[in-house]
Nanobody
Framework: VQLQASGGGLVQAGGSLRLSCAASGSIFSINPMAWRMAWYRQAPGKQRELVAAITIGSVTNYADSVKGRFTISRDNAKNAAYLQMNSLKPEDTGVYYC?????????????WGQGTQVTVSS
């Protein structure tokens, strides 16, 4: 599975960005709904953290710091996931990574995109 993240950039505080994650690969395309899609971010000097995830059945969960501001969604027909980020804050700055995860019995399939930089200026 290959994941291509895009949509990052430089934005002022209070602004918005929309990240996109395009997935490819036969094991993904056969059943995209079977994969959990998620966005993580890593700020300079900090560990990578989960920002938002969308699971089978489109159940979503968010980090407390982004609840009410970010929205994760998916389009299974396009093998894509998105992260709409509103009311951005300087502390949202970091590299955002797309992740695709699926567990089949005891085998974990875990793939990462290359990351896209988000910089929020104050």
């Amino acid at each position: 599975v290959q994941l291509q993240a895009s949509g990052g950039g430089l934005v002022q505080a209070g602004g918005s960005l929309r990240l996109s994650c395009a997935a490819s690969g036969s094991i993904f395309s056969i059943n995209p709904m079977a994969w959990r899609m998620a966005w993580y971010r890593q700020a300079p000097g900090k560990q990578r953290e989960l920002v938002a995830a969308i699971t089978i059945g489109s159940v979503t969960n968010y980090a407390d710091s982004v609840k009410g501001r970010f929205t994760i969604s998916r389009d299974n027909a396009k093998n894509a996931a998105y992260l709409q980020m509103n009311s951005l804050k300087p502390e949202d700055t970091g590299v955002y990574y797309c992740n695709a995860l699926r567990v089949v019995v005891s085998t974990k399939y875990d793939y990462w995109g290359q990351g896209t930089q988000v910089t929020v200026s104050s």
